[in-house]
């Protein structure tokens, strides 16, 4: 658990960004019901907690990243497909989500803490380079992770995602740490097994818990519920 961990063993902390860092999902349906709201007000239609509901599944199911389907789908299901109300509502949502995205409380601390100790940061995420580099940007957490330490799925084969442990293995090569000296921070299932594959320490973040059946591989050997605040000045003991 949190409280039995010594972060000033590990040199290098490398982490997930969706949903570990940002609240990723929660930016998707907050962004989701705004173009709900947009289309709604516009068709002169009601009863849009239903279709908020409804907009989420579709999103789960078919895939968050991709809102061109999941909407279609919406709108294919509720009677009012057509190209114009699908442009309008995948609009409003694009222009939502940038405006909504946010870091999880305590993350910015967390990391600034860190970085002041000395300690060296990476990421690992699985995504489309482009997209979580500006999510990066737009979020204020750039200058955390250097250039070389920006590891993202999309700039590899796709068999080297998580929860192959090729990424992370990378970044502990890039940076010369061993995998004693390393500590991943993630909030799946993926994370997890992607971080204890390559023999680093892993921490699952969230309200994820795991099933005492999970095979040993994928549970996690810390856990943490929300970010916490950081007694400082850590320091990297050598």
Do not use: C
């Not at 061993?178 to 994370?191: A, H, Q, S, V």
């Amino acid at each position: 658990m949190a409280d039995l961990i010594n972060l000033e063993h590990f040199r290098l902390h490398i982490f997930d960004l969706d949903d570990t860092l940002i609240q990723t999902r929660k930016s998707y349906y907050t962004a989701q019901e705004f173009a709900v709201d947009e289309l709604f007000d516009k068709l002169g239609l009601s009863d849009k907690q239903a279709a908020y509901e409804e907009l989420h599944w579709f999103s789960k199911v078919i895939g968050s990243i991709n809102p061109l389907v999941y909407m279609g789908a919406f709108l294919k299901n509720r009677g009012f497909e057509s190209n114009e109300n699908l442009a309008f509502m995948v609009r409003s949502y694009r222009e939502a989500y940038w405006s909504v995205l946010k870091l999880y409380p305590g993350a910015l601390e967390f990391l600034t803490t860190l970085e002041e100790g000395g300690f060296e940061l990476a990421l690992v995420s699985n995504g489309k380079s482009s997209t979580q580099l500006k999510k990066l940007r737009e979020i204020g957490l750039e200058n955390f992770f250097a250039p070389q330490s920006r590891l993202i799925s999309g700039d590899f084969e796709p068999i080297h995602q998580k929860p192959s442990p090729y990424l992370i293995e990378l970044a502990m090569s890039i940076h010369g740490a061993l995998p004693e000296e390393t500590i991943y921070y993630g909030n799946t299932m993926e994370d997890v097994i992607a971080a204890n594959l390559a023999g680093a320490t892993s921490l699952l973040f969230g309200p994820l818990e795991i099933d005492p059946k999970t095979p040993k591989v994928a549970h996690p050997h810390h856990k943490y519920a929300q970010w916490p605040i950081l007694q400082g000045p850590l320091k990297l003991q050598h």
